[in-house]
């Protein structure tokens, strides 16, 4: 069985400095099967011709496995339930994935240096070892992992054993999030979960005795029927078993998603207890040794999810598969949902077709989303920065000045971020400061 191996930085290659030649040659070449004239807004598409990156500059990888056993009733991420797919489909995926990647291995080597790998979903864990140990051959092949590369696998607790969390750790994945929810029962069979607090629990204790050190586990606040005792109930659990990351996300009824679509034969909490329940959340966790870092996320010290930070941070990452994402050199684009299309694919024109450009941004969408990204964490953003963004920082900076005064926002030591109190109304206080 082949062991990722990842890679010192010390080993990686002296590049070019990135905006050095976005000044000398307006025409980009960009790895993410397209190059960019900027200055004449134009993109056209070309598949994986070259990478450069500062040699300190870290890129995030994200790998999407659009597979579930079945689909929670609030989800509208892409992914296929098992009645959507085969054995045969996941192999070809997974045959489709190792193409991918290795277009850029065959062409140009271990040019890039990454710091995070993120398998998302769908349920990775629905994967076996052998298609994880094929995707990482791929990616020992095609980049310059560093010493300490964070690892993460997306996971839905009725897909976990000791069996397969061990084959995964001796892979060298090093992060594990579990999909919990919810430890009620009745919460998580009203929206769909496959699993019990019991399944949650025993895949806990076998991610521990696995080797994993790095858990975090993810809670959904506002779901059918939950109240503010079964709330907490699943709070103390969640902070009982100590893992050292928890994430509680706010329910969204996503339009199209049988939760939306039936959402009249349910009964939801009011926002009003949402937000109280938040509160009493986030002070609870904190007192336990869990520091809010970002709106919906907590951690231990020193365990923050290093490749959320990339987005949040506004850094380049990098999308394997359908529905992926990517961000480089200012153009962001996303893959088409179609995985028979995707598994189809035998050269790079075929994945150059399955590509589509959402967003080439300019300087002053940069500020914004700098803006807007920084301010979820609760370091906020940096007003030096804001203004090496933009001429117009002052703009920003003006409308930040109520918010100071009411103590919505803070700045201390040239930075500008929420206060607990802001957090809460953070999408309000955005919006005028952006717009």
Not at 16 to 29: A, I, V
Not at 196 to 219: M, P, Q, V
Not at 328 to 357: P, Q
Not at 411 to 431: A, P, T, W
């Amino acid at each position: 069985m082949r062991i990722l191996k990842p890679k010192s930085e010390t080993n990686s290659p002296v590049t070019d400095d990135l905006h050095g030649l976005t000044s000398k040659y307006p025409e980009t070449e960009c790895f993410g099967l397209r190059d960019v004239n900027v200055e004449a807004g134009i993109v056209r598409f070309k598949f994986i011709k070259q990478l450069h990156l500062n040699k300190m500059k870290n890129t995030g990888i994200y790998i999407h496995i659009p597979f579930c056993r079945s689909k929670c009733y609030y989800c509208d991420f892409y992914s296929l339930p098992a009645s959507g797919y085969s054995t045969e489909t996941v192999d070809g995926y997974v045959t489709a994935l190792e193409r991918q990647i290795l277009l850029l291995s065959e062409k140009y080597g271990k040019r890039i240096s990454a710091d995070t790998v993120f398998f998302g979903g769908g349920t990775p864990t629905l994967l076996e070892a052998r298609h994880f140990e094929k995707i990482f051959s791929a990616l020992e092949k095609a980049f310059d992992l560093t010493h300490n590369a964070e690892i993460t696998v997306e996971s839905n607790p009725c897909t976990l054993d000791c069996e397969k969390l061990t084959a995964m750790r001796t892979l060298g994945i090093n992060r594990l999030s579990i999909g919990v929810q919810s430890f009620c029962d009745d919460e998580l069979k009203t929206v769909g979960r496959l699993h019990s607090a019991k399944h949650a629990n025993d895949a806990f204790f076998c991610a521990r005795k696995s080797g994993f050190d790095n858990i975090g586990l993810d809670l959904i606040l506002g779901l059918p029927g939950q109240t503010r005792e079964s709330f907490l109930r699943t709070s103390e659990q969640a902070v009982l078993l100590a893992p050292e990351h928890i994430s509680v996300y706010g329910l969204s009824l996503e339009e199209g998603t049988p939760l939306y679509n039936h959402r009249e034969n349910y009964s939801f909490p009011d926002e009003e207890t949402c937000a109280d329940v938040f509160s009493d959340t986030v002070r609870y966790l904190r007192k336990n040794g869990y520091s809010r870092y970002e709106i919906s996320n907590f951690s231990k010290e020193g365990y923050q999810c290093r490749h959320n930070l990339h987005y949040w941070h506004g850094d380049e990452y990098v999308g394997f598969g359908v529905a992926a994402s990517s961000f480089y050199n200012g153009v962001r684009y996303t893959a088409k949902k179609d995985v028979s299309a995707f598994i189809r694919c035998r050269t790079a024109a075929d994945f150059e077709a399955l590509c589509v450009t959402e967003e080439v941004l300019g300087k002053e969408e940069r500020a914004r989303e700098y803006i807007m990204l920084s301010l979820r964490l609760s370091e906020g953003f940096s007003v030096n920065k804001l203004k090496e963004l933009t001429r117009n920082s002052d703009f920003y900076l003006k409308r930040c000045e109520k918010y100071i005064e009411n103590g919505l926002l803070v700045k201390k030591s040239g930075r500008i971020f929420f206060s607990d109190h802001g957090f809460e109304v953070s999408n309000s206080i955005l919006s005028e400061i952006l717009y």
